[in-house]
């Protein structure tokens, strides 16, 4: 009887110690949400910025002409897919993937995914999935623009050497209260159609010709996509994992209370049986 009473005491100990740390993690998923969510909103700004420039740009182009449409569809197809670096996040990796076959299965022809996140590159592991080229997902959102550099660089060296001529990108976005809500974005062909040119363009001194000047602000505009891209997965990993967490903590809890009360029968067993043992030895000795 003591050694199972001492038993479900080495649990309740481990079981205090899970508890602390499910509330870590909790309060760092909700730590990381909230930083993101507080970013974002300076990537969409320069976003904006960049499209008004766009607008501005396009009314510079003379009458008739038309801004490139940049690489032709007809090439290569080259999904990128932002998954989760850590565990812990529920069903986020398998929705991202689940997103992303499908951009897969749908082309004629065979796609390149370009994956971010270690734990999604697990699960496609699991699935086969060929995986041409993966990088890990950010640790904290300080380090957004240098993965969206670093996916750009490997992009842009896909478009000039293996005929990639489009790009699509799948992330979760924040704010779902239950399921991962995924977005998919087409970067390449970039339309230009989105951008309505500026009625009354600012007289400004420009020093390149304006192709050159809408190709750069394009490839500006993609980069502040992929900020956003990555950005908004980040804050939609931890809202997920904070979600994991606050399941977590409910199972923990309720666990903690059944072998706390599964502790307290024990020891009230363990009471009655020396209860009863001393009292058949006051019996036998009155005999």
């Known amino acids: 009887m003591s050694e199972r009473l001492s038993d479900v005491a080495v649990r309740i100990e481990s079981v205090r110690q899970l508890s602390a740390v499910v509330a870590a993690m909790q309060g760092i998923a909700a730590a990381h949400s909230r930083e993101a969510r507080g970013q974002l909103a300076g990537v969409q700004s320069y976003a904006r910025t960049i499209a008004t420039a766009i607008g501005q740009a396009l009314a510079y182009q003379p009458a008739g002409a038309q801004a490139a449409p940049g690489p032709s569809p007809a090439g290569r197809h080259a999904v990128v897919a932002i998954c989760a670096e ?63 550099n670093q996916i750009v660089e490997e992009l842009y060296r896909r478009i000039d050497r293996e005929g990639v001529s489009r790009i699509s990108v799948v992330h979760a976005v924040p704010g779902s209260t ?69 399941t977590a903590k409910s199972n923990v809890t309720r666990t903690l209370a059944d072998l706390t009360a599964k502790s307290r029968r ?11 043992e001393l009292a058949g030895g006051q019996n036998a000795r009155s005999q």
Not at 266 to 276: A, D, K, M, P, V
């Open 86 to 148: 850590q565990g812990f996040a529920g069903l986020f990796n398998e929705r991202v993937l689940d997103a992303a076959e499908r951009l897969v299965a749908a082309a004629p022809e065979p796609v390149q995914l370009l994956l971010v996140g270690d734990r999604g590159l697990m699960a496609a592991g699991t699935r086969r999935l060929a995986v041409a080229w993966s990088a890990p997902m950010m640790a904290h959102v300080g380090q957004a623009t240098a993965l969206a």
């Open 178 to 246: 239950q399921g991962v809500d995924v977005r998919e974005t087409v970067l390449l062909p970039f339309d230009f159609a989105r951008f309505p040119p500026a009625r009354h363009a600012a007289q400004s001194l420009i020093t390149l010709q304006p192709d050159v000047l809408l190709a750069r602000l394009a490839e500006e505009y993609v980069f502040a996509e992929l900020c956003e891209a990555v950005t908004l997965s980040f804050a939609a990993e931890n809202e997920a994992r904070l979600r994991a967490m606050v």
């Open 266 to 276: 024990l020891r009230q067993e363990e009471i009655t049986s020396e209860i009863l």
